[in-house]
């Protein structure tokens, strides 16, 4: 293994609270990227030498040396930067698979999302910026709001509100010269959740794709009837379990265009020999944490 990243669902599974849990004993970490050292005889999709990342979850990847078969890994260029490639496997692919399977979106549509400083909401400012979508990206206030907000913006993110403004009456006027969205990606629930609906165009979409306000989803009856929303749910998981590998390899290999192109980048991380992952894990699960935890081989 040469890096490995903490997410919030490496910690989800190990409190138990995700939807697909490992037999114990188990070594922690979902995604990761590790170099080809040997391969048996038989095998012939990859090479000492290759990078590879985990083609499913449950791997462990918090550890400096795994054996593998080939069939859970998926070869990929060792020429992209190493945090990158460490960081592809879970967040950029939730992000592009809900941006282009929930609604048929063109260019110059927007999308709103919440939790927007996210891995997941960096990925989507990014690639929805590559695909020519707007994105209303909603964050927490806190006190280096203008930071995050210049921060969001250098990624391609067109505008940055607090969840106070998006409750503003004066939103009216902000969608006078924005069009209404048709898709909103909700990754935190409750509140944030409600007004997400509530700025959504007529026949639009929302997504929901975590859950870190650890309440429901509320959505009005008017809502749902007058102006038809839809609400859905998104896992990577279970994508993978209703697609090929060749999907997931085509997926994988247009995340990594993007990222030669100078269109996708890793979120902002913070290496961390594995040896200190007491303190890393503490860390990740501060509020308001801006780097990710990384763990260097």
């Known amino acids: 293994m040469l890096a490995a990243p903490i997410n919030p669902s490496d910690i989800n599974m190990i409190q138990g609270n995700y939807g697909l849990l ?164 909700n990754c935190v629930g409750g509140k944030s959740s409600t007004e997400l609906l509530r700025h959504l165009a007529p026949g639009g979409t929302m997504v929901t794709y975590g859950g870190m306000a650890k309440q429901p989803v509320i959505a009005s009856v008017s809502l749902l009837i007058f102006k038809d929303l839809k609400l859905r749910g998104f896992w990577l998981s279970q994508w993978k379990n209703d697609h090929s590998r060749d999907h997931l390899e085509e997926l994988i290999l247009t995340l990594c265009h993007f990222v030669r192109q100078g269109q996708l980048t890793a979120p902002a991380c913070s290496e961390v020999p594995l040896q200190d992952h007491h303190h890393a894990l503490e860390t990740s699960m501060h509020p308001f944490t801006s780097s990710k935890q990384i763990f260097i081989m």
């Open 22 to 185: 490992p037999k114990l004993p188990a070594i922690g970490g979902n995604e990761g990227v590790g170099q080809v050292v040997a391969v048996g005889s038989n095998v012939t999709r990859v090479k000492p030498g290759d990078w590879v990342i985990p083609g499913n979850v449950s791997l462990g990847t918090w550890r400096t040396e795994a054996v593998f078969s080939e069939e859970a890994l998926i070869r990929i260029p060792s020429d992209i930067p190493l945090h990158t490639a460490a960081t592809l496997s879970v967040n950029p692919c939730t992000a592009y698979r809900m941006l282009m399977d929930f609604e048929q979106l063109q260019p110059g549509d927007s999308v709103i999302q919440n939790a927007a400083n996210s891995g997941v909401g960096q990925a989507v400012i990014q690639i929805a910026a590559a695909l020519g979508l707007r994105t209303i990206n909603v964050v927490r206030d806190r006190p280096d709001i203008h930071r995050l907000t210049d921060r969001l913006k250098n990624l391609g993110a067109e505008y940055v509100i607090t969840e106070e403004e998006l409750r503003n009456h004066e939103m009216k006027n902000f969608f006078k010269d924005v069009p209404r969205p048709r898709l909103a990606l």
